[in-house]
């Protein structure tokens, strides 16, 4: 069955069970960044329970009648179970939303399509010559009435984008991942001259020594990894709902102090750190897509660095199958009055999900940085070859 | 309490309302919460014949003919956008005055200018049609159209029609494609 833009049906007149089916939705857009997601609504059209909004940082509703699941064939999906759904939810909306620059009228061929196992059972097909300027959208909606769930091919959207989206649902936007812990207000950086010069080590085994300038404290040492997503495009809010080529990439370090105290800071286990108080190493963020324009930031407290001995910046891939080349992931250092540093992870190690990027070393008080980009098994095996000593046990974030 | 009809469904309006003479016809649809073009929806009113067909064109009651030639008929005025709480436009009927060839009052919506603007009935949410006796502001019936929309441009909320000597309203909800044009057209309105 074909659904135009607008029409209604029931789904037991789609699905013969009535019940469970998975929404297949595939959007021809070169040069766009989609982000999809389901939104499950009270009566008033409300997302008055913000667990039902099912996207990547989400894949999963509370009961389980929602999940992440796509279709062959198709970009994303939702696997569907209505009798899971508590009878709060009614409505589901299936949406999506431009990150970045712009607007729906420049996709090419689109569709949401009702698949009863692996057959279409009816699909809702769209083009960019359906809409104008804007850059969310909600595709297709499933609701119930008078006790009968039914859908709706809907095909309209917003100027505003997500956020406008978001409002239309009751809710507000964060500006970063949800899932994320808010970001403590990070220190001011003393005003630097601008220095337009990179130092990029390219060779392992490099180093270079930033020199501690007069008496005066380091300030802040930003660790900044940026990474792409698999896709090759840079991923944004809701991404990720491509099933098994979702990636987390982290940040992380192992720190050791001058007063011999060892441990670790990332965000598997919520070990963030602290700025302010030992270790004086935070992370600010967990981006958890490479959604996160500024990526994810380690801080190291300069002012504090001659309580630090060493530290160990290593990036892992917590979730998704490694694929560093895709990846694409860049460190990069930066400490106030000197060049940025960058290391790019270019030599890959795919079976590995482990990468020690870099070693800070406090040689009598200034900081030496040596690439390392060396893969590892997991944080043992890293922790092993740096001789940290620490005892790993496998963590979580959720 | 007033009656609330599904497809299909019709009441007698002299027997719910006894004596009712002044009678609002009210439409309602919600104006679109996204963005695009407003749909602009226009509510029509033809008075036809047993056979179906207006006596003349003058029967016809729309944005650009708003009262019949005897004043049985009053369109209250065209809303552009749909915004605002309760009816968005509505039609003025005063039952003795309609002539008597004229058996029924059928009631139509359009979307204007629906083909070009990509527009269909499907896309427009909380439509319905409700009775109100003006003399004491009771509705009588009500008919929610909210699941029986089309992918069409023209709309038959309902129609009050005569029956054995009383009014009647029928709950009707048919959809027609090619918009007040081609439903002008099928009640004998020289368009």
């Not at chain 2, 016809?25 to 509510?43: I, K, M």
Request: aromatic share 8%; proline share 4%; with cysteine.
């Amino acid at each position: 069955m074909n659904l135009s833009r607008g029409q209604r049906a029931k789904i037991a007149d789609l699905i013969p069970n009535g019940q469970r089916f998975t929404l297949g939705v595939s959007i021809d857009a070169p040069g766009l960044i989609l982000d999809f997601a389901c939104f499950g609504l009270d009566a008033g059209g409300r997302l008055a329970d913000e667990r039902y909004m099912t996207f990547f940082n989400q894949p999963t509703s509370p009961c389980g009648g929602v999940a992440l699941s796509v279709p062959a064939g198709d970009r994303a999906g939702f696997a569907v179970d209505l009798g899971r759904l508590p009878t709060s939810i009614e409505r589901l909306t299936v949406t999506v939303a431009i990150d970045g620059a712009g607007t729906m009228s420049r996709i090419g061929r689109g569709h949401v399509r009702f698949m009863d196992g692996t057959s279409e059972a009816g699909c809702f097909e769209f083009s960019g010559a359906d809409f104008a300027e804007e850059r969310a959208l909600m595709l297709l909606e499933i609701y119930r009435k008078d006790g009968v769930w039914r859908t709706c091919a809907l095909g309209q959207g917003f100027n505003g984008g997500l956020a406008a989206l978001v409002a239309h649902f009751g809710g507000t936007v964060a500006t970063e991942t949800q899932a994320a812990p808010p970001p403590p207000a990070p220190p001011k950086l003393q005003p630097s001259p601008v220095n337009l010069s990179k130092i990029t080590l390219e060779k392992r085994g490099n180093s270079v020594s930033l020199q501690k300038q007069f008496n005066a404290a380091h300030g802040e040492i930003l660790i900044n990894l940026k990474w792409r997503s698999v896709s090759g495009a840079k991923k944004g809010f809701l991404s990720g709902l491509m099933g098994n080529n979702r990636t987390d990439l982290d940040v992380g370090c192992l720190y050791e102090l001058a007063n011999g105290d060892k441990s670790a800071v990332q965000a598997l286990g919520n070990t963030f750190g602290d700025y302010y108080r030992a270790p004086y190493i935070a992370l600010d963020a967990d981006d958890r897509t490479g959604s996160s324009a500024g990526g994810e930031n380690l801080r190291i407290n300069g002012e504090h660095w001659d309580q630090i001995k060493r530290v160990l910046v290593y990036a892992f891939i917590y979730e998704g199958a490694p694929n560093w080349a895709e990846a694409e992931a860049l460190i990069t250092l930066k400490t106030p009055g000197q060049p940025e540093i960058e290391v790019r992870l270019d030599s890959h190690r795919n079976d590995r999900p482990m990468c020690a990027i870099a070693l800070l070393e406090n040689q009598g008080g200034a900081v030496k940085i040596t690439k390392l980009v060396d893969y590892h098994r997991g944080h043992l095996d890293m922790d092993q070859a740096h001789h940290w000593g620490l005892d790993w046990v496998r963590g979580s974030k959720d | 309490m007033a009656i609330s009809l599904n497809k299909g469904g019709n009441v007698n309006l002299s027997k719910e309302a006894p004596n009712l003479e002044n009678v609002l016809v009210g439409l309602g649809w919600d104006a679109r919460a996204t963005d695009g073009q407003d749909f602009d929806l226009d509510a029509s009113l033809f008075m036809v014949k047993d056979d179906g067909k207006v006596p003349s064109d003058a029967y016809f009651i729309f944005y650009n003919q708003p009262k019949s030639p005897e004043g049985a008929i009053e369109h209250t005025g065209d809303n552009r956008t749909g915004a605002g709480e309760g009816d968005d436009e509505s039609v003025h009927v005063t039952l003795s005055k309609v002539p008597a060839e004229v058996q029924r009052l059928v009631i139509v919506v359009t979307i204007h200018d629906a083909d070009a603007r990509r527009q269909n009935f499907g896309q427009v949410s909380n439509a319905f049609v409700r009775i109100v006796n003006r003399d004491n502001n009771q509705e009588v019936v009500r008919f929610d159209l909210s699941e029986d929309y089309s992918t069409e441009t023209a709309m038959i909320f309902g129609e009050i029609y005569r029956h054995s000597g009383d009014w009647k309203f029928r709950a009707v909800g048919q959809g027609y494609s090619g918009g007040l044009r081609a439903l002008a057209l099928q009640h004998g309105v020289n368009v």
